[in-house]
């Protein structure tokens, strides 16, 4: 061996060319990237950087000589490395490319298919690519072998070539092994072997679509009475192989044959095991030539003109052994292409479902919300929307009902299906987030909402005015005016909860609205009726917050995989918070549990959340979530009192109206370019540019100044002010102290024990903070609560943390923040 190539072979490259030749791969250079991301080419504004041949023939120079190898490529380490793909080298690969969706591609394949086996796998800059043992057949190097709805995923077969390990990408990231234990190249499973074999070349009509699949065994002996078995010796051959090419048996075509003069068994049986599949007519030609006699008459008298029920518009689908996967794809195609009412929602199909229900006064009016699909609604469907038929081992094909099993392969598509996704139903007119009017019926792309048989409803005007908000604004105050708000803050929440809940296509999140009372009987419950009759004609439903938080996620969580418009938690007893509320609150995805099962799926929320409740205090995270309306209404019987106007009827009796005018006023602004914007709300940041600074445009309180409220009445941030002062005030700023210690001082006495506690504050701060009421405190107890407030802001005083790096007890102290 040359000392160049000698030394070339101790090369991260020359190693890896000379293993490739060695397991009988066909090697050539390609042209390398540079570390500024440019070909070696040296063309400036190369189009293929670091996959382009870099020795005179290209592919024709391939070899599985590592001598010859070295010269091509000049012993250099700056190229890449080209493996022809196809026979030469016993291979082919499946490039995937994550840039154009493969990875979404090659999983829904594997899907229908199967999973293929990983042993040599290469993980390029931006997909990976996939090595298999060449079969027999020619394999052709295709991009669109599996059609355009697997984009990103290529074949490199016969003809073709990839660059491999460890070649240069134009990420500058290298081609590298998946694992580091590489087998050598696999088989590919014979259903992926069935996808590549290449087509056979039939003659056209033999590619004709036949109705073989339409015929059973008994309408195709009917419709050879229609032909003459005396005919014509080659047309005698050609009916016997189309029965033949088309899978029936070769008794039908013995039972006719025998009706002629010429019938000879012998010639019969040799003639049919002789026949081939390359030739002769189809089944649809012999169709058209019975057809031409009077079957086709007699055919349509017997099914009683089966278009008079609309049957023969339905798609035929037959079913063969061993392709359930390809039937169940074909079955979700029939039921996207014919209009059924089912889509996806997280990783569940869905199916809207219209109830219509008493509303009030014996109104009745219609409510929409979305139900899981089952296999039994799936089967019923597909029954409906193609006609399904099975072919025996005999090759009669009878009709039959879709199988339990190809339903239940549906449904098991979760992540794969191409069902439109749908994040809710409504029934009334609501905004897009680009501002403009949902108004038609039907199913929506930009929202992904289906609105169903929305109200009639003036015309709101194209371009509506100041003036024109101001007016639709009296007419929703109208509905408020004999509620006992307290403070116009109050007042503007409750007009929010009208404008979001009709709006709220608008914006993915919106803060929840809470209303509460003094006393019961308030009209905190009838104040959510509202916007709730605004939005969908009824009065609000309501669900109990449970007695755990684990109870109310599962409740919510039921609501809003319904996809709910409004949600509401009732009649709440003094504190209330939570994170799963948080969380479904703030998030525009949520993920819930299902109910009676250890799974939990993500979808969208489009809910409206309100809560009511006596007294009630909002904990913690929840303060910044919730703009909150107090009612009072000064006497001792609330519930006595009357609403005279009956503000709900109201609503009912022209909800048309009532959706205007809420639409009106958010239109208005945005149509005037949103003017003087409040400053944004955190995580709710398209609501407060929509509905709040709607309202403070027309000169109306800041609903969000109910925040600052709440977060005063908040006990968790009292307790936590309470223990910071305590601390400070006793330890003074930066005197650090484990919790230990701080406990400790809890317990410090004036004197004996007799005498009262040196620090009474700390120690009453210290029970609110640890729910410890028995005076014995846990210092591991307290340190986690301290853990949970690291870094806090209260009162300008914030809690500081120091660990200790030996593993000791952290320290703790407040430090004063100024200015």
């Given at each position: ?7 070339w ?10 293993t ?181 070349n ?55 044959s ?26 649809a ?124 392969l ?21 905004l897009?987030?680009?501002g ?73 999140v ?21 916007p ?25 969580g ?45 979808v ?17 995270d929840?303060?910044?979530r919730?703009v ?9 019987r ?60 027309l ?33 003074g700023?930066?005197n ?14 004036e ?24 005076g ?44």
């Open positions: 061996m040359h000392n160049n190539t000698a030394k072979l101790a090369t991260n490259i020359g190693e890896h060319v000379n490739y030749t060695q397991i009988g791969f066909r090697v050539f250079p390609c042209h390398g990237v540079k570390n500024d991301r440019s070909c070696t080419c040296g063309k400036q504004g190369c189009a293929n950087i670091g996959k382009h041949p870099a020795c005179k023939n290209g592919l024709k120079d391939a070899t599985g000589d590592f001598g010859v190898a070295a010269k091509l490529f000049d012993c250099r380490e700056d190229l890449n490395i080209g493996i022809a793909t196809g026979a030469e080298s016993g291979i082919f690969v499946i490039d995937i490319d994550g840039d154009k969706g493969g990875n979404e591609s090659f999983a829904r394949l594997q899907q229908l298919h199967g999973a293929l086996p990983t042993g040599w796998s290469v993980l390029t800059g931006n997909g990976q690519h996939h090595y298999f043992k060449h079969p027999s057949f020619k394999v052709s190097s295709n991009s669109n072998t599996f059609g355009k709805d697997f984009p990103g995923v290529d074949i490199r077969g016969d003809g073709g070539y990839v660059i491999a390990p460890p070649s240069r990408h134009r990420t500058g990231k290298e081609y590298s092994f998946a694992s580091d234990d590489i087998d050598l190249p696999q088989d590919a499973p014979e259903a992926w072997l069935e996808l590549l074999k290449p087509k056979e039939k003659p056209p009509e033999q590619n004709l679509t036949t109705i073989t699949s339409e015929l059973s065994r008994e309408e195709v002996e009917d419709m050879l009475s229609f032909l003459d078995p005396d005919m014509g010796h080659d047309d005698w051959l050609h009916v016997g192989m189309a029965l033949h090419h088309s899978g029936f048996s070769m008794q039908i075509w013995n039972n006719w025998q009706r002629g003069r010429k019938y000879n068994p012998k010639d019969c049986i040799s003639r049919w095991n002789k026949f081939k599949r390359d030739g002769g007519i189809t089944i030609t012999l169709v058209k030539m019975a057809k031409g006699r009077g079957w086709e008459s007699k055919k349509c008298a017997e099914s009683n003109c089966k278009e008079a029920d609309g049957e023969d518009s339905l798609p035929v689908i037959v079913m063969e052994g061993g392709g359930i996967s390809v039937e169940a794809t074909k079955g979700e195609e029939v039921l996207i292409s014919s209009g059924a009412e089912i889509y996806q929602r997280g990783y569940c199909l869905v199916r809207p479902v219209v109830k219509d229900v008493e509303a009030a006064r014996k109104n009745r009016t219609k409510i929409a919300q979305l139900i899981a699909v089952g296999k039994t609604y799936l089967v019923d469907q597909l029954c409906q929307r193609a006609i399904w038929k099975r072919r025996g081992q005999s090759g009669i094909i009878t009709k039959i009902n879709p199988p339990d099993k190809l339903a239940e549906i449904l098991g598509r979760k992540g794969h299906w191409n069902f439109k996704e749908v994040v809710g139903v409504i029934t009334t007119p609501t897009r987030p680009d403009s009017l949902l108004c038609k019926a039907g199913y929506d792309p930009e929202t992904r909402l289906i609105l169903f048989e929305p109200p009639a409803m003036p015309d709101i005007p194209d371009a509506p005015t100041r003036e024109d908000a101001l007016e639709a604004l009296d007419l929703l105050n109208d509905l408020l005016s004999e509620f006992p708000f307290v403070g116009d803050a109050s007042r503007s929440v409750a007009l929010s909860m009208i404008l979001t809940t009709v709006s709220r296509g608008a914006f993915n919106a803060p929840m609205h809470a209303i509460r009372a003094s006393t019961p009987g308030s009209g905190k419950s009838y104040i959510c009726d509202m709730t009759a605004i939005a969908t004609g009824r009065r609000c439903p309501v669900t109990a917050a449970g007695k755990t938080e684990e109870e109310t996620e599962k409740r919510i039921s609501a809003l995989l319904a996809g709910q418009p409004v949600i509401c938690i009732d009649n709440i007893s003094g504190e209330f918070g939570g994170d799963f509320l948080c969380q479904a609150i703030e998030r525009h995805l949520v993920e819930i549990r299902i109910l009676g099962k250890s799974e939990q799926v993500e969208e929320s489009r809910s409206t959340i309100f809560a009511t409740g006596n007294n009630l205090r909002l904990l913690g929840m303060t910044r919730v909150l309306c107090t009612l009072d209404a000064n006497m001792e609330p519930e006595l009192r009357k609403f005279k106007d009956k503000p709900f009827e109201k609503v009912l009796s022209d909800r048309g109206k009532y959706i205007a005018a809420a639409l009106t006023i958010v239109r208005a602004y945005i149509v005037a370019g949103r003017p003087n914007p409040a400053p944004q709300l955190g995580s709710f940041e398209d609501w407060s540019d929509t509905v709040r600074s709607a309202l403070i445009w000169d109306l309180a800041d609903p969000v100044e109910t925040m600052n409220t709440a977060r005063d009445e908040d006990p968790s941030l009292q307790t936590m002010a309470a223990v910071f002062a305590a601390m400070r005030d006793i330890s700023v930066d650090k102290k484990t919790a230990a210690d701080i406990i400790k001082l809890a317990f410090e006495k004197g004996d024990e007799h005498t009262p506690y040196k620090n009474p504050k700390l120690r009453d701060a210290l029970a609110n903070a640890t729910s410890n009421k028995s014995f405190f846990n210092a591991k107890e307290f340190g986690k609560w301290l853990s949970q407030k690291k870094k806090r802001i209260v009162n300008n005083m914030r809690l500081d943390q120091e660990v200790d790096k030996h593993g000791h007890a952290s320290k703790w102290w407040i430090t004063e923040i100024r200015g």
